[in-house]
Nanobody
């Protein structure tokens, strides 16, 4: 399996915005729903948002109304637009298949939100 490649993380102040991108293997992307997950220091990795092949989405309650997931099937890429960021959004963000994540995870991209 080819690792997903996440990018777009960084440091941002409270209330700011970031857009994450994830380039995934075409063989996986074309047949799987995709999702963004995040892992904060000392915590388990949790689902943030998911999108089906047809574009149906669902979100964790903590990010509803602030985050938007989308996908470009032609580019095998999934995006996460994050607005109104809060310090509690600080985490490493990963993308993977959904609902059953594949064994291979990428390096993730670190998002740090300062208060």
């Amino acid at each position: 399996q080819v690792q997903p490649v996440e990018s777009g993380g960084g440091w941002v102040q409270f209330g700011g915005s970031l857009r994450l991108s994830c380039a995934a293997s075409g063989s996986i992307f074309r047949i799987k729903a995709m999702a963004w997950y995040r892992q904060a220091p000392g915590k388990q990795r949790d689902l943030v948002a998911a999108i089906t092949l047809r574009g149906r989405t669902n979100y964790a309650d903590s990010v509803k109304g602030r985050f938007t997931i989308s996908r470009d099937n032609a580019k095998n890429t999934v995006y996460l637009q994050m607005n109104s960021l809060k310090p509690e959004d600080t985490a490493v963000y990963y993308c993977n298949a959904y609902p059953d994540a594949l064994d291979t995870w990428g390096q993730g991209t670190l998002v740090t939100v300062s208060s």
